[in-house]
């Protein structure tokens, strides 16, 4: 029976505050929506660098760190410290332990966007997510020299249909002076997003990024060596270099040999990394800022918290007549005591319930918008155990910290005898 009395009676409380108590519920309810969106970005920003690549066991290049080799060939972020030759990548193709081998040459920009130098074998070998392969939209992968295929990223924002000719820019900058102006590429087709790097790379043969540098000299094409298309598709464009190389490994036993016996070439200085090591390495450098930003949106849970104990007990200076009236009725002081743990947890439950439904909603209604204009995957899926335990966790504060208005009321209740009762009653 108590429990049931102190519960309607909180629930009559409450409601009879509500306009005073709706401002402070409001503010805990954006705080611990703060603190659940944090944790929940955390957590799909690791899983969408996870997604980029996919299926890939080793990515060779020239000699460097881990976080380099992997941000420059995948997330096309830096540049890459030397090149590989030619000559290497077709003696790995020979190694009959790598099932398959995608070559990536990089350098070039259009309006911001890398240029990634690729063939066929980057359509068929590359996945991300759970292994999805990467499909088109609209046209078909290049087939000619001088044809181009668009991230969905870059189609979108640069408005780019098939058929448009655009032009490639010297140097992988956002801003470039020199332009590949006299070798125009078609675009042939146009790639499904993915939520990945994919979506912001333009790509084209490695022969058409061959035949564009033909006569060029310290980063300036030199008067009368450079080629005409037509001259250019005439002529053998086997690249010297590539930036980078994604492997598959069949038998995956195998993947820690193929790596040793590559960081071990002689005849040139390699690097092979996991993908997924180097990503370990990533999250452990950016931890330390995940914390210190969790932390801060948990303090201001907390001083949200702490604004509702401040409004309780301002409040409870104005209920001595209400503690008196259920003192007369025969409420002992660890009823009322209770009212006010009930009060501050059901307030502090509320607010994780309201959190968790707006969160949700929001990100209903930006996830396709992410997706679509900054190529940012955020799946909508279940809390996992740490959401939970986050959202968990208000409420217990809040029964914790309504323990000081509580403990306040107990002991205004343990002193009232039949004389205060009655006191208070008649005024």
């Given at each position: ?267 040139e200085p390699l690097s092979a990394i996991l993908p997924g090591v180097a990503l370990s390495q990533l999250w452990q450098v950016l931890g330390q800022f995940e914390f210190i930003l969790l932390a801060i949106t948990a303090f201001v849970v907390v001083t949200s918290l ?122």
């Amino acid at each position: 029976m108590k429990p049931a009395l102190a519960l309607s009676l909180a629930a009559a409380s409450l409601w009879h505050r509500r306009r005073v108590l709706l401002l402070v519920t409001l503010t805990l309810t954006l705080s611990v929506t703060l603190l659940l969106g944090v944790q929940y970005l955390r957590t799909e920003v690791r899983q969408s660098f996870s997604n980029a690549v996919s299926g890939t066991d080793l990515i060779i290049g020239a000699r460097s760190g881990q976080l380099n080799l992997l941000l420059y060939s995948v997330f096309h972020i830096g540049q890459a410290t030397n090149n590989l030759r030619w000559s290497t990548f077709e003696s790995l193709e020979q190694d009959q332990r790598i099932d398959w081998l995608v070559p990536l040459s990089l350098g070039d920009g259009y309006r911001g966007f890398r240029v990634v130098g690729t063939d066929k074998r980057f359509l068929d070998h590359y996945q991300y997510g759970d292994g999805q392969p990467l499909a088109l939209t609209e046209g078909q992968w290049f087939s000619d020299l001088f044809d181009v295929v668009l991230g969905s990223r870059v189609a979108r924002q640069l408005e780019h249909q098939v058929g448009d000719d655009i032009v490639l820019s010297h140097g992988g900058g956002r801003t470039s002076f020199v332009n590949h102006d006299k070798h125009p590429f078609r675009v042939s087709g146009i790639l499904a997003p993915t939520g990945t790097p994919v979506d912001r790379g333009v790509y084209v043969s490695l022969e058409g990024l061959e035949a564009i540098h033909i006569g060029w000299e310290a980063g300036v094409p030199a008067p009368g060596r450079t080629l005409s298309a037509e001259a250019a598709r005439e002529r053998a464009l086997t690249p010297d270099t590539v930036t980078a190389a994604l492997a598959g490994v069949e038998r995956q036993i195998l993947t820690f040999r193929i790596q040793r016996d590559i960081n071990q070439n002689d005849a040139e200085p390699l690097s092979a990394i996991l993908p997924g090591v180097a990503l370990s390495q990533l999250w452990q450098v950016l931890g330390q800022f995940e914390f210190i930003l969790l932390a801060i949106t948990a303090f201001v849970v907390v001083t949200s918290l702490a604004g509702l104990v401040t409004v309780l007990l301002t409040l409870q200076s104005h209920r001595h007549q209400e503690i008196a009236v259920l003192r007369a009725n025969g409420a002992s002081p660890a009823l009322i005591a209770s009212l006010y743990l009930l009060e501050c947890s059901g307030l502090a439950l509320l607010a994780s319930l309201l959190a968790a439904g707006f969160w949700y909603l929001l990100l209903a209604l930006i996830s396709p918008w992410l997706l679509e204009i900054w190529g940012i995957a955020i799946s909508l899926r279940a809390p996992t155990a740490l959401e939970g335990a986050l959202l968990a966790a208000v409420p217990v504060a809040g029964l914790l910290v309504g323990l000081i208005p509580a403990a306040r009321a107990w002991r205004m209740g343990s002193r009232r005898g039949a004389w205060g009762v009655a006191e208070d009653m008649t005024g």
